[in-house]
């Protein structure tokens, strides 16, 4: 796990003349785990944004050796980088399998679709259970499975996840962590992961990384920033 999956250096990002990142350098390992903590408006969603092509960007972006700053988002998708944004996405009035369909949609071998539809299924039992009820009518937990197990059908290297707990019941969320260890461990997916719960991600991460008004200022071993004082003070209430 020690080869570099994804790095970025002098990394900027901007809305219009906004600028929101100033700088970033960080990386991420091939099958790690890695958490960016911060303050609401510190820039954590516009870090994903930036490694997916949605926001404008200057600096330095490579993924699996090749530099991908510039290219178009299904470009990068394509490439095996996959988004999960706050507040899910799901396309409500299609069917939890038409969704999972759609996440397949830049390909074109309908029998490993298939079987990777069922390959999820086995991961989000639920939304088996479930695969022909509209989207907008599944439970919040059930729809962040939903558009978790979506950016799956992409076969991806690397999957960004933007508060995969937000508005969830505690059980529900617990059950979600122990769903994306497993990807990590039994599908080797990397995952980058801005959590407003710090503690679960602490726990699920390998690597941490603290983002102030748009810049890095801590990274490292997750279990060295969680055993910080100010983080802990800031982020674990302790």
Do not use: C, W
């Not at 937000?166 to 461990?185: C, K, S, Y």
């Amino acid at each position: 796990m020690s080869d570099v999956l994804l790095s970025t250096r002098n990394l900027h990002a901007f809305y219009g003349n906004l600028q929101v990142l100033h700088g970033l350098d960080f990386s991420i390992a091939t099958g790690g785990v890695t958490t960016l903590l911060g303050a609401n408006g510190a820039g954590k969603t516009t870090t994903l944004r930036a490694l997916t092509g949605m926001v404008r960007t200057r600096g330095d972006i490579v993924f699996g050796g090749r530099a991908i700053g510039g290219f178009a988002t299904e470009d990068i998708a394509r490439l095996g980088i996959a988004h999960v944004p706050e507040g899910r996405g799901t396309f409500s009035r299609m069917t939890a399998e038409e969704n999972l369909q759609l996440g397949a949609m830049t390909r074109g071998d309908r029998r490993g679709i298939a079987a990777d539809i069922e390959r999820v299924y086995a991961y989000f039992p639920r939304l088996a259970e479930r695969k022909n009820q509209q989207a907008g009518t599944l439970s919040v937990g059930e729809q962040q499975m939903l558009a978790i197990a979506r950016a799956l059908m992409l076969r991806p290297k690397l999957m960004l996840l933007d508060e995969p707990s937000f508005g969830l019941a505690p059980r529900i969320v617990e059950e979600m962590f122990v769903i994306l260890r497993r990807l990590n461990q039994e599908e080797g997916v990397a995952l980058m992961l801005v959590e407003q719960n710090a503690a679960l991600a602490l726990e699920l991460a390998d690597q941490a990384s603290l983002i102030e008004t748009g810049r890095l200022v801590m990274a490292g071993p997750a279990q060295d920033i969680g055993r910080d004082e100010n983080v802990r003070r800031a982020y674990l209430g302790y």
